[in-house]
């Protein structure tokens, strides 16, 4: 009997997080693909693809070329959806091809025949509460499946968003960051829809920073993975040095992705985020920390809440992201 528990205890200590990940590649959702790829503590589920750094179906194609790049076809690929209210694609930090203009030749594999929102909901009824989403790019899939089966906040296990600028200026214009700002009535659906989500936002994310010492070491590495990421890295850090004026790039999503596989990483504050979707602020990220018992019934009353992200220890995000992509599986 004790022999059994200790088996059980090893079993549940050992196993693998499902993960889906939800993305619009991206170069650094290339690289958040591959640290997942390349982390023991993951089990990948499939892709699912959306709009924001690239039009859906480039976002697709990107998806499958990643995953054929460094022999991986065995994960599914499910294709997202093609609208939002109005698309902005950001095909200025990322090139047109959404990987550095390096205009790989097309996959040779096709996505599910499912889309990402019906892929969301089976993954959940499959394993209920044990897969975790992490989520790159708009919200708009996750809406979808809410919306296509209303217990899937219940059933899927963690929702990690990369979205949103929590008490800094976001970074398509001083108010939204821009994930939330891709669709920001499907992020107000999600916040707000009871799921146990922990949200990493650009306050977070403009911490982790991939110097130019770090690329370096990546261009010296002959790990498939860093060989790759050497071809597609220079667009990304010329945008950087134009845009932010910093020599390195922004790691936002393998920061989100880690957070996802090792949450001690960052700190979290407890409360409630609602998303304006309206207006000069559309896509801003509002968060009440329930300190104050507000006089009068608010948007946020009573609403569930969110885990968002105030610190992280970044030389160890860093560090991990380097280690993971620097060696070979
Ligand atoms: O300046 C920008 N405008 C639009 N998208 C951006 C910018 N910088 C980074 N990202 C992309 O949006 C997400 C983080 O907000 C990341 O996925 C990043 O690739």
């Known amino acids: 009997m004790a022999a059994a528990a200790a088996a059980e205890v090893e079993k549940m200590t ?9 993305t619009d590649p991206g170069i650094d959702d290339a690289m958040a693909i591959f640290v997942a790829l390349r982390s023991p503590e993951v089990e990948l ?22 995953l054929e790049a460094v022999g991986r076809t065995d994960i599914p690929v499910a294709e997202g959806s093609h609208k939002a209210t109005k698309l902005r694609i950001a095909s200025f930090v990322h090139g047109s091809d959404g990987l550095g203009n390096q205009n790989f030749p097309p996959p040779t594999g096709k996505p599910v025949d499912q889309s990402a929102a019906a892929f969301l909901v089976e993954q959940a009824n499959l394993y209920p509460g044990q897969v975790t989403v992490v989520a790159l790019g708009p919200l708009t899939n996750l809406a979808l499946a809410i919306e296509l089966d209303p217990s899937f906040p219940k059933k899927i296990g963690q929702i990690v968003i990369l979205g949103g600028a929590y008490s800094v200026n976001g970074n398509v214009n001083p108010a939204a960051e821009a994930n939330i700002f891709g669709d920001p009535d499907a992020a107000d659906i999600v916040f707000t829809s009871g799921a146990d989500i922990l949200a990493v936002g650009i306050n977070i994310t403009h911490q982790v920073v991939l110097s130019d010492a770090d690329r370096e070491k990546l261009e010296q590495s002959d790990s498939k993975y860093a060989r790759y990421l050497s071809k ?74 969110v885990k968002v992200a105030v610190t992280v220890d970044a030389p160890a995000v860093v560090e991990m992201i380097m280690q993971r992509l620097t060696t070979d599986d």
């Open 14 to 22: 050992t196993r693998k997080k499902k993960l889906v990940i939800d």
């Open 45 to 66: 589920l499939g892709l699912t693809t959306i709009f924001g750094n690239v039009y859906t179906t480039l976002a697709t194609r990107n998806a499958l070329h990643l």
């Open 232 to 305: 597609i890295l220079g667009l990304y850090y010329n945008y950087h040095r134009d845009a932010y004026f910093i020599e390195g790039v922004y790691l936002h999503d393998p920061a989100t992705l880690l957070a996802a596989v090792d949450p001690s990483l960052m700190t979290y504050t407890e409360g409630v985020v609602r998303v304006q979707t309206v207006g000069i602020t559309k896509g801003l990220t509002v968060f009440d920390t329930t300190k104050k018992r507000y006089g009068e019934i608010t948007a946020w009353t009573g609403k569930p809440t």
